[in-house]
């Protein structure tokens, strides 16, 4: 069974400040990995995800992440926030197994930011 | 425009009524979902679909019905057995195999009085 542990309900942060938005994950077989955005009142919308490849992964508006196989982690960063980034962030893991496409989120991390 | 559609938007029912939600996409996709969204708990997968006449119960199944007799609609019907109806609902659909984004419609809000 797979899941996903956002440890962190909600995140204030200053404007032009650095942040990071932690996710680990748990699966019994490979897994895809992605990072969502919801505004309020929407649905959610794709910042990133990780397939293969390069471990570091580059997204919209400025946001990246780093796949950690060994801690089982996919934490997203953000060197300069904006205060249009203020919305709640979902991570997310996908797999594939006995002919089903299971997606799994996390509880969401609230971003505020602060002018 | 290409896309999943949600109806309706808003919904109030009374307590012990069913009550189905809709959901349509022109995307072509094969994997279609349920999810339901409670503050502080994040999206909980109530069914998906890979393909027609077939799905699959998810985390939190029990109260839900759905069908899928086209591949393009996938409604979730709310039964009197589900305890707390009143959430917000949200439609997703993939196309293909693993690793592809999943797309979503802009939600339903349920309410139960």
């Known amino acids: 069974a797979q899941s996903v542990t956002q440890l962190d309900s909600q995140v204030p942060v200053f404007e032009e400040a650095p942040v990071e938005l932690r996710c680990n994950y748990s699966s019994s077989v490979s897994v895809y990995l992605f990072w969502y955005v919801q505004y309020p009142n929407q649905g959610l919308q794709l910042l990133l995800k990780y397939l293969s490849g390069s471990t570091l992964v580059k997204g919209i508006n400025g946001f990246e992440a780093e796949f950690n196989k060994s801690q089982t982690s996919f934490h997203l960063r953000k060197p300069s926030v904006h205060i249009s980034d203020t919305a709640e962030y979902f991570c997310a893991v996908s797999d594939f197994s006995g002919g089903y496409q299971k997606v799994t989120f996390g509880t969401g991390t609230k971003l505020q930011v602060i002018p | ?113």
């Open chain 2, 1 to 113: 425009d290409g896309g999943i559609t949600q109806s309706p938007k808003y919904l109030f029912r009374k307590e012990g009524q069913n009550v189905t939600l809709s959901c349509e996409q022109n995307l072509n996709h094969d994997a279609m979902y349920w999810y339901r969204q409670d503050p502080g708990q994040g999206l909980r997968l109530i069914y998906y679909s890979q393909i027609v006449n077939d799905f699959q119960k998810g985390d939190i199944a029990e109260g839900y019905s759905v069908s899928r007799e086209k591949k393009e609609s996938f409604p979730l019907t709310v039964t009197s057995a589900q305890k707390n109806p009143t959430a917000f609902y949200l439609c997703a659909s993939i196309y293909g195999t693993a690793g592809n984004t999943i797309y979503f419609g802009e939600g339903s809000w349920l309410t139960v009085v």
